[in-house]
């Protein structure tokens, strides 16, 4: 099943290298022969919004059929030093946006990064004692310096810019322009968590990407949006429909998860983030917090997981037409996580295709393929030639058993791998075979964007 050329037939697929040399209606002839009968063979699974770029990490989302894993929200800054510390460790294509977060406290020289992601690593911080590149807004000195430093990230490779706004709170909407305007010079998106919750911080990054012609990503738009996610994904058909390059994602899930240190548990966060303490639970053992018990984990710094969504607003945004499915996984740490980092593809196969029929298989694949592929192929030459089967494709592939797959992964054991996906190759080279993790296999590449020259 390959949705990039609506192809759905019994084919054999013949690979040379790292790349798919011929797809025939008649039997083929190799060195190494699998058996696909029974199986569905689609392209391998595009994360656009991956965390955990750990090996491991990497490995768990390997059984969840993703062959590329690519964080392009918290994004990662020097790029050029990550994608070397990368190499040769990766079991999936990697890579990240250069990202404004650890771009700013670069130039804030505050030298700790408040937030999450693998990429940027967050060390504890006192309560109170967040530093100045979250909560205090840039000099004219320090904005040009933000925009030299996102200039270089791309110059590096980066795929195009992350913003994680919500954690960022000193950011203007100045500041905010002026770097979008640096990813429409390079013709590349922005990917952007939004200032707060629901349409309104939607509809900021929408001006600001119109008025400066930016192409824009807005990343998890079922947790952005909460109750508002009718009028959010209503905004964004709308924006589309007149002209603006603009996508959205989405993950199968009614809860989030990051660091209970990080900006966004600032004062006023019951409002932004519409839930109470109860709603909060620490990873580490579940427990819901109280007052108490949030101002003691929080000075202590840690991951929590924070029921927000209602089942109906996450189901309308990954039924919704166009909105790609994204993970966001975070990392797992002593054990503790979020399912989606371990289950998300298998959950929208097995729980919205085949329990629910609420998504055509087709259009499912659609969305964990070709979609993300074509978001990024425009200015990264690698992504033309995956998300897709075709002779001359990378030998991303992903085979599954309709009938069986399916998520295991829970809030309380959340690394515990997807079923039903016996065979994942990266690059022409088995990842996971016969149900089985391949030990020692790295055939994962770096993803960059192209160097792009300012218009």
């Known amino acids: 099943m390959d949705p990039a050329s609506s192809t759905d037939a019994v084919r054999h697929i013949g690979i040379t290298g790292d790349s798919i040399a011929i797809v025939s209606a008649e039997p083929l002839v190799g060195r190494d022969t699998l058996d696909a009968a029974g199986l569905v063979v689609s392209p391998g699974f595009i994360d656009l919004h991956a965390h955990g770029q750990t090996t491991s990490d990497m490995q768990i989302q390997a059984r969840d059929g993703v062959t590329t894993a690519l964080d392009m929200e918290a994004g990662a800054w020097p790029v050029a030093s990550w994608y070397l510390s990368m190499e040769g460790k990766a079991p999936l294509n990697f890579g990240a946006s250069a990202g404004h977060r650890p771009a700013r406290f670069g130039v804030f020289h505050a030298g700790v990064e408040v937030g999450h992601g693998a990429t940027n690593p967050a060390p504890i911080v006192a309560l109170g004692a967040a530093p100045a590149g979250a909560n205090q807004s840039a000099s004219e000195l320090q904005l040009s310096a933000l925009e030299a430093a996102l200039t270089q990230g791309l110059a590096e490779g980066g795929l195009g810019l992350g913003f994680g706004i919500n954690y960022s709170p000193g950011a203007t909407r100045e500041e905010i322009e002026r770097l979008f305007a640096v990813a429409a010079r390079h013709q590349v998106p922005v990917f952007v968590h939004t200032r707060a919750f629901g349409v309104a911080p939607i509809r900021e990054v929408v001006e600001i990407a119109a008025k400066v012609r930016a192409s824009l990503h807005v990343v998890h738009v079922n947790s952005s949006s909460l109750g508002d996610l009718p009028l959010s994904l209503a905004l964004l058909d709308s924006a589309r429909a007149a002209g603006l390059d603009v996508t959205t994602e989405a993950y199968p899930y009614t ?19 519409r839930v109470d303490y109860g709603d909060v639970a620490w990873a580490l053992t579940g427990e819901r917090l109280t007052p108490a018990s949030f101002a003691r984990y929080r000075k202590q710094g840690g991951w929590v997981v924070i029921h927000m969504m209602q089942q109906e607003n996450v189901d309308r945004a990954i039924t919704h037409p166009g909105v790609i499915v994204a993970s966001d996984g975070v990392p797992y740490v002593n054990g503790t996580g979020h399912p989606r980092g371990a289950g998300t593809y298998a959950r929208i196969l097995g729980h919205y295709v085949r329990d629910r029929q609420a998504l055509s298989l087709m259009d499912a694949l659609a969305k964990m393929t070709i979609l993300p592929a074509r978001r990024l192929e425009s200015f990264v030459p690698d992504m033309a030639r995956r998300g897709r089967i075709a002779p001359g494709a990378f030998a991303d592939l992903t085979l599954f058993d309709a009938a069986t797959v399916r998520d295991r992964s829970t809030f309380s054991d959340p690394m515990v791998t ?30 960059r964007s192209a160097t792009a020259n300012p218009r």
């Open 418 to 447: 997807s079923e039903g996906i016996p065979h994942v190759l990266v690059n022409g080279t088995f990842v996971i075979r016969n149900g089985q993790l391949v030990e020692g296999a790295h055939p994962g590449r770096a993803v």
């Open 255 to 273: 809860a989030g998860s990051t660091r209970l240190e990080s900006a966004m548990f600032n004062p006023g966060w019951q409002d932004n983030l």
